[in-house]
């Protein structure tokens, strides 16, 4: 069983449901657009928005965060294999708006980093990561759909790999 678990739009939700099969949504946000994404896909899907962990199966082969804005318990991490995206080059820039960090550092550049979910926040072991330039005229909009772009390429592939190599 493969698990997306996502808080927001879901656009990485839908770049990897285009190259592997999930098998079930879950969200803490009964807003978030990724329930139409789901809807439109045909993936099952949950809305629970403090129960969330309790809704994935115990047969779960990979949990996959896609935009999810809550942390997991010890207990939760310790249990699945979690793998996640961030939109910044790890270990710079943890947490919430690591765009607006990296802007306000005036560094030249980012990216995005995939990597396994440990108890720290974006503080598990890199698997890969993907450069992105930061130009002279870029905001906070322009460079989120920058990196949304690296995003939608390295976290299917990456996740296409680890579901078909390293979890059977």
């Given amino acids: 069983m493969i698990v997306v678990m996502g808080s927001g739009e879901g656009t990485n939700f839908q770049a990897l449901a285009k190259h592997i099969s999930i098998d079930l949504v879950i969200t803490n946000n009964k807003n978030a657009n990724i329930v139409n994404r789901a809807?439109?896909?045909?993936?099952k899907y949950i809305i629970s928005k403090d129960q969330y962990e309790s809704h994935v199966p115990v047969n779960t082969k990979l949990v996959i965060l896609a935009g999810f804005m809550k942390l997991l318990s010890p207990g939760f991490v310790d249990k699945f294999?979690?793998?996640n995206i961030h939109p910044s080059l790890l270990p710079s820039f943890r947490g919430i708006d690591a765009i607006g960090q990296?802007?306000?550092a005036g560094v030249k550049f980012t990216g995005c980093t995939v990597h396994?979910?440990?108890k720290?926040?974006?503080?598990?072991?890199?698997i890969d990561q993907l450069v992105c330039p930061i130009g002279p005229n870029d905001?906070?909009?322009n460079l989120q759909q920058k990196i949304q772009k690296l995003e939608h390429k390295i976290y299917p592939a990456i996740v296409k790999e680890l579901i078909?190599?390293?979890?059977d």
């Avoid at 809807?39 to 993936?43: E, R, S």
């Avoid at 078909?164 to 979890?167: I, P």
């Fill in 39 to 43: 809807k439109n896909l045909g993936v």
């Fill in 81 to 83: 294999k979690i793998v």
């Fill in 102 to 104: 990296a802007l306000d």
């Fill in 116 to 118: 396994w979910v440990d």
């Fill in 120 to 126: 720290g926040i974006d503080t598990g072991k890199i």
């Fill in 139 to 141: 905001n906070k909009i």
């Fill in 164 to 167: 078909h190599d390293k979890l």
